[in-house]
């Protein structure tokens, strides 16, 4: 993270509280990690801004929107198909993962096309 906690939305709050069931800590609301002696209610149930370690490193990443959301906001981009916000992989990336299957058959449909066109095998060179 880059110093700043996570300040999450209530829709964030929402999915964060849906994934809290992921955690091998959850139990009927409480967490076994924070359990010495008397029950202790899980802190992503409750606040908007504190998340647990173990939280970030094994069930945050089972939800990589809310994951790059919360975690990644100044390396978020913006898709250029489809406006979405995405995490790159490089610093090159311009497409969301959905969208860039997507383009890279387009491209490559485009690129055929253009190779076909200049191909004097199947006859559709132009005459001088």
């Known amino acids: 993270m880059n110093g700043k906690r996570p300040y999450m939305d209530y829709r ?15 139990d009927n609301g409480n967490c076994i990690a924070l359990d010495y002696g008397e029950p202790c209610v899980c802190v992503q149930s409750i606040s908007y801004s504190l998340l647990c370690r173990w939280f970030i490193s094994a069930v945050l ?14 390396e978020l981009k913006r898709c250029t198909e489809c406006g979405g916000q995405f995490l790159p ?11 860039a299957g997507r383009m890279k058959r387009i491209r490559a449909a485009q690129r055929k096309r253009k190779q076909r ?5 199947l006859g559709n060179a132009r005459p001088p």
Request: net charge positive.
């Open 117 to 121: 066109g200049k191909c004097h095998a």
């Open 12 to 26: 964030q709050h929402r999915a964060a509280c849906r994934l809290v069931h992921e955690c091998c800590n959850y």
């Open 61 to 74: 990443p089972l939800d990589w929107k809310l994951e790059a959301a919360l975690l990644h906001r100044a």
């Open 89 to 99: 992989k490089s610093n090159r990336g311009k497409y969301c993962p959905e969208c």
